[in-house]
């Protein structure tokens, strides 16, 4: 009975936060300033009549609860809406995922490689000048904004040294890519490496790694099999739980490099108030989320046996 109430509580949490969390996106969004409707006649300022027609066609002469309770029952028909000009916010999305699921994936790729490469050398070189170096490197980055640097880093490689393209995904994978997700992933990075780092420390000093050593074992087998397979779980459910982030985080560094995908479209409909785009897109990404969570969680209990103990318990 347990881990089935454990599972219910989980996905009854999980329901709450995306019904919470959508309804305020959805109020803060038609809470802009400013009237769509009126703005899409541009100069020429449409007639009451049409205000009112499009007003009537997108819901919003009626009460915020109720267009929200209607947005929800669209989304459980796989409809994520329409933007003003008539397009559904759903094919628009789907064109523009695979450059935000590849810029995510790379800059994911990225953290995996140098972030526990980062961590295990200075776990391994613990107090030295390299070490430290580390330490400070990552606290700094830390400290700086993801679009200072963006736009730091896309001046110095792609306007001066040339390197990367300055803009857009014409150039294809991994031309293109390569400098935004570095961007990304350098602020993943540091928790990656940092964490790994505090993990292999705590493990090089427990006892099974000493009794390993006492036993004759290489440093390199102690290490490869011992210790990184224990000391790499905390790391692991990190990674996992920031590959939603990712996906979430290509917003700004979208609209920096320009590259058309789904953060570029969130930006560009913020822009120009189109409400059901940012709703929309905001959505999805809130889904994202929360099934990367769920997947955690499941991760964790496969990798840490200590999980499957005590929820089977």
Same mark, same amino acid.
């Given at each position: 009975?347990?881990?089935?109430?454990?599972?219910?509580?989980?996905?009854?949490?999980?329901?709450?936060?995306?019904?919470?969390?959508?309804?305020? /996106?959805?109020?803060?969004?038609?809470?802009?300033?400013?009237?769509?409707?009126? #703005?899409?006649?541009?100069?020429?300022?449409?007639?009451?009549?049409?205000?009112?027609?499009?007003? #009537?066609?997108?819901?919003?002469?009626?009460?915020? +609860? @109720?267009?929200? $309770?209607?947005?929800?029952?669209? $989304?459980?028909?796989?409809?994520?809406?329409?933007?003003?000009?008539?397009?559904?916010?759903? =094919?628009?999305?789907?064109?523009? +995922?695979?450059?935000?699921?590849?810029?995510?994936?790379?800059?994911?790729?990225? =953290? /995996?490689?140098?972030? /526990?490469?980062?961590? %295990?050398?200075?776990?391994?070189?613990?107090?030295? @000048?390299?070490?430290?170096?580390?330490?400070?490197?990552?606290?700094?980055?830390?400290?700086?904004?993801?679009?200072?640097?963006?736009?730091?880093?896309?001046?110095?490689?792609? %306007?001066?040294?040339? +390197?990367?393209?300055? #803009?857009?995904?014409?150039?294809? +994978?991994?031309?293109?890519?390569?400098?935004?997700?570095?961007?990304?992933?350098?602020?993943? $990075?540091?928790? %990656?490496?940092?964490?790994?780092?505090?993990?292999?420390? =705590?493990? @090089?000093?427990?006892?099974?790694?000493?009794?390993?050593?006492?036993?004759?074992?290489?440093?390199?087998?102690?290490?490869?099999?011992?210790?990184?397979? *224990?000391? $790499?779980?905390?790391?692991?459910?990190?990674?996992?739980?920031?590959?939603?982030?990712?996906?979430?985080?290509?917003?700004?560094?979208?609209?920096?490099?320009?590259?058309?995908?789904?953060? *570029?479209?969130?930006?560009?409909?913020?822009?120009?108030? =189109?409400?059901?785009?940012?709703?929309?897109?905001?959505? #999805?990404?809130?889904?994202?989320?929360?099934?990367?969570?769920?997947?955690?969680?499941?991760?964790?209990?496969?990798?840490?046996?200590?999980?499957?103990?005590?929820?089977?318990?």
């Amino acid at each position: 009975m347990r881990p089935t109430l454990t599972v219910g509580r989980r996905i009854g949490g999980l329901v709450v936060v995306f019904l919470g969390v959508t309804f305020l /996106i959805y109020a803060m969004t038609f809470a802009l300033p400013g009237d769509p409707i009126k #703005a899409l006649g541009g100069d020429r300022p449409l007639s009451d009549s049409v205000v009112r027609a499009l007003r #009537a066609e997108y819901h919003l002469d009626q009460p915020l +609860w @109720l267009q929200y $309770l209607q947005y929800l029952g669209g $989304l459980f028909r796989g409809d994520f809406g329409t933007d003003f000009s008539g397009q559904s916010v759903g =094919e628009q999305m789907a064109s523009r +995922w695979p450059v935000t699921v590849t810029l995510a994936l790379t800059a994911w790729a990225i =953290e /995996i490689v140098l972030g /526990i490469g980062l961590g %295990v050398v200075s776990a391994l070189r613990r107090g030295t @000048l390299l070490d430290k170096s580390v330490l400070v490197g990552t606290i700094v980055v830390g400290a700086v904004p993801v679009f200072v640097l963006g736009v730091a880093l896309q001046l110095v490689f792609s %306007v001066r040294l040339h +390197w990367f393209p300055v #803009a857009g995904a014409t150039a294809g +994978w991994p031309t293109a890519y390569l400098l935004p997700a570095f961007v990304i992933a350098l602020f993943g $990075l540091a928790a %990656v490496s940092r964490l790994t780092r505090t993990s292999m420390i =705590e493990t @090089l000093d427990a006892d099974f790694v000493r009794t390993a050593r006492a036993k004759g074992l290489t440093p390199g087998r102690i290490v490869g099999v011992h210790v990184m397979r *224990n000391s $790499l779980i905390p790391t692991a459910t990190y990674l996992a739980t920031d590959l939603g982030y990712l996906m979430g985080g290509t917003v700004i560094v979208e609209g920096i490099f320009n590259l058309p995908g789904v953060g *570029n479209l969130l930006f560009q409909g913020i822009r120009s108030h =189109e409400g059901a785009v940012v709703v929309g897109i905001s959505t #999805a990404l809130i889904l994202v989320f929360l099934v990367t969570s769920v997947l955690v969680d499941l991760l964790h209990a496969a990798l840490d046996p200590r999980v499957r103990t005590g929820a089977s318990a």
